[in-house]
C-alpha cells in the first residue's frame, strides 16, 4: 500500500465549510474596499529574489521561501564552491525565484513596473497568499493570507479618514466590537526629541503600556533602568499618565511637545483625523494611544490597530503611512498609507462569538432524492426550473438506498429535501420536506420555488 | 540608481481591469457550480515532493517547481554526490516540497486524508492557480488558474448531464456561442477491439479528425502507413464516414460494435446523456465527436471538450470520468468524473468579442472633487450617505488642480463626477456632471443617490 500522504508542515487544506467562511471575510472586506474606490491587483507568486532579498532584514531573507532553478542548477558554480557547503550564499546560485513574503514589496514593485499606466493616487488592494519559512505553530503559518489596502501617491490625511471608516465599515458588517487605535511616529518622535533619548522610543512605550498593571512608581523604575536620565523622566510625566479623551489627551500633547516641530505636527495631524471622523458616526470607538508602536521602523506618520472587545486575541488589523515606497527600486518620491486585516484572526473571531450569518455559510438549499432512473429524470425538469430561480439545487446522483441520501443531505447541511415517487410524480408535484421540522408538503415546482425564496 | 525590477518569465501582473475581468469570469463559474450543489475547497501551494512527484510523467516530474529546504539543504549529501552535480538527483535531496501542478493530484490527496469528513459523493470544486516550469511562450504560462469541478464517489451519469448543464449555463451567461463535444473512451476501446488494434486509438482518431481535410482516400491512405491492415480499415468506414445527428450516429456505431462488450457500454452512456440532455433544452449544441481524444491514458469513459464557434481558438473547456482517482495513496474505489473551464482562454475569448458586461468591469461609480478642506469635510458627509446606499463612491483626496482630478477620473473611467464649491455648499447640494454627456445638474445628495442607482 502506498504511504499515507501528508501536507507540508505550516501549511492547511481548507474544507468547503471553512472555505465559506473564508470567502465571506473576504467578500465583505473587498466589498467595502470597493465602497471607497479601491481596485484589486494580483501579482505573482513567485518573485526574483534580487526583489525579495534584503527588504526583511536578515531574519526575512533567511525565511523567504527559495525556487530551485529548472535544468542544470549546477552550472556556473565551481566544485570548491560547492564544498564550501554554504547554504545561504548557494542558495542564491541555485535559486533566481522565491516566494512572496507579504504584499508590500511586490507592491512597490509592480508601482515601479507599471508607473506609466497608474493614475495616481492609486488605491488599490490586494487579498493573495504569501509564504514564511518560520517555525510554525498555534496561529502562525507558513502559507496564509493577506488583504491589504493602500492609497500611494497622496499626502492628503483623508486617506487616513477613510481607511479608519474602511475599518469601521468592515467590523460593523461582521458584527465584531473593536476599539480602533490610533497613534501617529511624529508625536513619539517629538516626545523623544524634547526628552533628548531619540533611540529610546520603543523602551518609553513599552514602559508607559504598564501602567495600569505596575502602577506609576514602577514605571519611572523601569525608565531609570533603561538608562533615562531624571530629569527627562520628570518630562515624560504627563505622557505617562496620559488620559481622558482624545481631544484632552491631544491638549496636553500640544503643551508638553510645544518644543518639537515635528512632535507638534504629529499632534496636529491626529487632530484632523479624529475632528474629521468624529463627524462621521463610527459605529466604534477611535482611542488616541502612545503606546502603540507596531513598525516603527516603517511607519513615518499615522499608525493604527484594531483590537476586539469581547475576543481575547493580538491585534486584528493594522496600518500606518509610510514614506518612500519604491525607492528601492530607483523611484523616489512615493509615500503612501495602508492597512491589513488579519484574516486568519478574524476566522476565530467570528468563529468564537458565533458570528457567521447562516446565509453565508449555507450551500445548497434543496436536494431531490433519487429513487431510479424515471424520477431521477422527472426530478432534473424540476431542478432545471429550480435552479433558474437561483436555488442552489441538487439530486443525489445514485438511486441509493434512502437512508444514505437522507445521511448525505444531514451532512452538508442541506434545509430541505424534495421526494419524487409515482404518487408525485402522478400528481405533477414532489414532496418538500423540512429537514429541520420534518414538516412534509406536496407542492407544484413553483410553489416549491415561492416556498424556497421565502414567499 | 537601483536595478530595474522584473517579475519572472512566464509570469503576469493584473491590472485593476484584468483583475475585474478575471473575477467577472471565476464569478460566474463559481455561481454556477453553486447551483448545482458544488463545494469549494483550497489546498496548499506547497505540496510535498512525495505526493507529486511520479504522477505527471518522466516530463511533468522535470516542470514541477521544487522549493529549497529551509536551514542547512546540503547536511546528509556526501561530497560526492555533490560533485557528481547530479541535478535531478540531488533536487529530491535539496527540496522536499514542490508547488501544486494541478488541481488534481491536490484533490486526490485531499480525499484521502480527509474521506472520514467526507459526504460522498463529494461535489468539489477548486479554483486556484498551478504552476509548470514549461517555456514559456504566447498563451502558456508558468502560473495560470484551474477552475475544476469534480464528483467523486458515485457512477451516476447523472454526472455527467450536470456537468455539460454547467458547461452550457456556464457559457450561456457570457454570452460565448460554443459546440459541446462529447466522447467516450468506451466506445474508441470498442473500435480498436473489433479491428483488433489495441494501441492504434491515437492514429486511428488523428485520421478521421483530417476527413474534411484530406477526403476519404487520404485518411485510408494514412491509417494503412500507420500499419492497421486492410480488413481493419474497411471496418473502419462506417466510422470514418459517420455522420448525421447524434442519434444518428449513435445507430450506426450500435451496429459496427454490436460484437464489442465494451463499445456497446459506450453507446448506450453516451445515448443516456444525449438523450437526458434532450429534454433540458441546453443553449448551446452537444455533438458526439469520436475524433475527441483528450486525455486518452486517464479518462475511462465520458470524455468533453469546449470550442468556441466564434473565435479560432483551441479547447476552452474540457473533462471526463476518470477510475481510481486515489488508488496511488492507497485508497481504492474512488471513481469520478470532472470539468476544467480554461479561465486564460475564456478570457481572450471574451476580450475579443468584447462580451463583458460594463457593470462587471465598472470600478468607482461617483468622485467628488476635492476643492479644499471645508469642501472636503462637506462633501465627505454626502459621501458616507452614498456609500451607505451601497454606492461605490471616492474623494480625490488631494485638493489638486481640477484638470489633475478630472484626469484621474478619467483613467479611472469613472461615469459621474460631483462638484462641490462655496455655492453647493450654500445650498447643501453638489453639482453633479454626467462624464460621457457632460451634463450638469445641481442635486441634493438623495437626488444623486436616486441618479446613480437609475431611478
Chains 1, 2 share one sequence.
Not at 510625566?237 to 511637545?257: M, R, W
Not at 434545509?415 to 412534509?440: D, H, R, T
Amino acid at each position: 500500500m502506498a504511504a499515507k500522504p501528508s501536507i507540508p508542515k505550516g501549511t492547511r487544506d481548507f474544507s468547503p465549510v471553512e472555505m465559506a467562511k473564508r470567502n465571506y471575510i473576504f467578500d465583505t472586506i473587498r466589498d467595502v474596499y470597493h465602497l471607497y474606490g479601491f481596485q484589486q491587483i494580483e501579482t505573482p507568486s513567485m518573485e526574483m529574489l534580487s526583489t525579495l532579498m534584503g527588504k526583511y532584514g536578515d531574519e526575512g531573507d533567511k525565511l523567504l521561501f527559495k525556487i530551485q532553478n529548472s535544468g542544470d542548477y549546477f552550472s556556473g558554480i565551481t566544485d570548491e564552491e560547492l564544498l564550501s557547503r554554504n547554504a545561504a550564499k548557494l542558495a542564491s546560485k541555485f535559486c533566481e525565484k522565491g516566494l512572496r513574503y507579504d504584499l508590500t514589496v511586490p507592491f512597490a514593485r509592480y508601482v515601479v513596473m507599471h508607473r506609466e499606466d497608474i493614475a495616481f493616487p492609486f488605491k488599490r488592494y490586494q487579498i493573495q497568499p504569501v509564504w514564511r519559512a518560520d517555525r510554525p505553530q498555534k496561529g502562525r503559518y507558513r502559507e496564509f493570507y493577506q488583504c491589504d489596502a493602500d492609497v500611494v501617491g497622496s499626502d492628503s490625511l483623508v486617506n487616513e479618514v477613510e481607511l479608519m471608516q474602511i475599518i469601521d465599515t468592515v467590523f460593523s458588517r461582521f458584527g465584531i466590537r473593536v476599539c480602533i487605535k490610533i497613534n501617529n511616529r511624529k508625536i513619539l518622535s517629538g516626545i523623544v526629541e524634547i526628552i533628548g533619548e531619540a533611540d529610546k522610543i520603543v523602551d518609553i512605550t513599552v514602559a508607559i503600556d504598564k501602567l495600569d498593571k505596575i502602577g506609576l512608581d514602577n514605571v519611572n523604575a523601569e525608565l531609570k533602568e533603561k538608562g533615562i536620565g531624571e530629569e527627562a523622566i520628570a518630562k515624560l510625566q504627563p505622557i505617562i499618565l496620559l488620559s481622558g479623551t482624545n481631544a484632552e489627551k491631544l491638549a496636553t500633547l500640544k503643551e508638553v511637545l510645544s518644543a518639537s516641530e515635528i512632535g507638534l505636527k504629529g499632534v496636529e495631524e491626529s487632530e484632523f483625523i479624529l475632528r474629521t471622523l468624529q463627524t462621521m458616526n463610527l459605529k466604534n470607538e477611535i482611542e488616541l494611544d502612545l503606546t502603540l508602536a507596531r513598525g516603527l521602523n516603517y511607519y513615518t506618520g499615522a499608525i493604527f490597530e484594531v483590537k476586539a472587545l469581547d475576543v481575547q486575541i493580538g491585534s486584528i488589523t493594522g496600518g500606518g503611512r509610510y514614506d518612500n515606497l519604491t525607492g528601492v527600486f530607483g523611484m523616489a518620491g512615493v509615500s503612501g498609507v495602508g492597512i491589513s486585516f488579519g484574516a486568519d484572526r478574524i476566522f476565530d473571531v467570528l468563529n468564537q462569538l458565533d458570528l457567521y450569518p447562516k446565509e453565508a455559510v449555507n450551500g445548497t438549499e434543496i436536494m431531490f432524492v433519487n429513487f431510479g432512473e424515471k424520477e431521477a429524470a422527472f426530478s432534473m425538469n424540476m431542478l432545471a426550473k429550480v435552479r433558474a430561480a437561483g436555488i442552489r439545487a441538487e439530486i443525489f446522483p445514485d438511486s441509493a438506498k434512502m437512508k444514505k441520501q437522507m445521511g448525505y443531505a444531514n451532512a452538508k447541511q442541506i434545509p430541505f429535501v424534495a421526494i419524487v415517487g409515482e404518487n408525485e410524480m402522478n400528481e405533477g408535484k414532489a414532496m418538500l420536506k423540512n429537514m429541520e421540522s420534518g414538516e412534509q408538503q406536496l407542492v407544484s415546482v413553483e410553489e416549491l420555488i415561492a416556498k424556497l425564496q421565502g414567499n
